[in-house]
């Protein structure tokens, strides 16, 4: 069961959780540019993952945005032309998606498409599902305290924008610099690609070194128009999941 989050400041929020299953690890599934409505939507891909989500009730799972396409016209023409339905219908679809398993949904970030729908209209599509869920929103982004029964994990996630369309390393140093001396896992998307680093952060006062792993997240799109008209490199498909020990701070990553 998820409590609702506390929002202690603009870039911190808590979430406390209790697994039903105690046993080891807790999976977290981090979500991310599923882009749900449009026609490169990988529904198969999709599928797939929903149903290990279901069977295992030790998952749990973050929605890092871009969750449905969100395109209207005042956007790039290439871009609502590629939509099967309009953001309404996106909206229905995704609610009815998560609804099986919305208590294991930790939190939804907004990205960048539904940024550009609020910042026209003033209207969030992730305020929206998020509230329809009942599950903690989570704005832009920020520190989430992922408290499992003995330890407590504490991740910073960012949905990213294309501002940070560089090599990955160059992402990460800005995550770690900003953010890792507070965080275990720092968590970012948009790039449609997966890619990982490992810091160590010194703990002076202990003399030790305490690990710190940015990664980013892949995508739910076939190959689009747009990646190859533009030079972008190839997309990344599916989620990273993270095996997370109950016991000892340690994790794993698993990425497609």
Known sequence: MISRHEKRSKRYFKTWITPEN??????LYIISCLHLGSRDFNKQLWESYKQEILKNKNAYVLLLGDIGEFSIPSHMP????KQEFDPQKQ????????MSFRDRIIGYIRGNHENRIWKKTAIDPAWIISMAL???YLDLGGYIDFKLPNITYKLFAQHGDGNNAKH???????LYFNYGHYSDLLITAHQHRFASYQYNDRDDKRCTDRPVLAFENGCFLNGSDYVFKRGYPAQMQGASKLFLNQRTKNWRLEQP
Do not use: G, H, Q
């Open 168 to 174: 990955p390393l160059t992402r990460f140093d800005k």
């Open 91 to 98: 909206i229905d679809k995704i609610i009815k998606e998560f």
């Open 78 to 81: 290439y871009t609502i032309w």
């Open 134 to 136: 009942n599950i903690p």
């Open 22 to 27: 105690v046993s080891d690890p807790v999976i």
